[in-house]
């Protein structure tokens, strides 16, 4: 089993900045995909960030040039950066886990390990 704890989400006004952590533990290794998720209200949960075991990244392009995915494997934790945030982030941020094929790697289906997520709220 994996067990996946997410971090740092909060209130934070338009223009503004957070760092989400997700820390793994349990039988997870460096071999793993990281991906981000995100869940508005009223909304499906989509796609926003990944991070392959090698360092390879991808982002959905809503969040190109203001969200960086980062991971230490030293301390099996991984980062999702958001600057410029706004009011169309809210969201629940979850963190998932699993060894797949990269081209899968936007999928949620991919995954079978998640977090209990953690909110983002963007005011205006």
């Known amino acids: 089993q994996v067990q996946l704890v997410e971090s740092g989400g909060g209130l934070v006004q338009a223009g503004g900045s957070l760092t989400l952590s997700c820390a793994a533990s349990?039988?997870?290794?460096?071999?793993?995909?990281i991906g981000w998720f995100r869940q508005a209200p009223g909304k499906e949960r989509e796609f926003v960030a990944a991070?392959?075991?090698?360092?390879?990244?991808r982002c959905t392009d809503s969040v190109k040039g203001r969200f960086t995915i980062s991971r230490n494997n030293a301390k099996n934790t991984n980062y999702l950066q958001m600057t410029d945030l706004k009011p169309e982030d809210t969201a629940v941020y979850y963190c998932?886990?699993?060894?797949?094929?990269?081209?899968?790697?936007?999928?949620?289906?991919?995954?079978?390990?998640w977090g209990q997520g953690t909110q983002v709220t963007v005011s205006s």
């Open positions: 998932a886990a699993d060894r797949l094929d990269w081209h899968t790697s936007g999928a949620e289906t991919a995954y079978h390990y």
């Open positions: 991070i392959s075991w090698s360092g390879i990244t």
């Open positions: 349990g039988r997870v290794d460096n071999s793993y995909t």
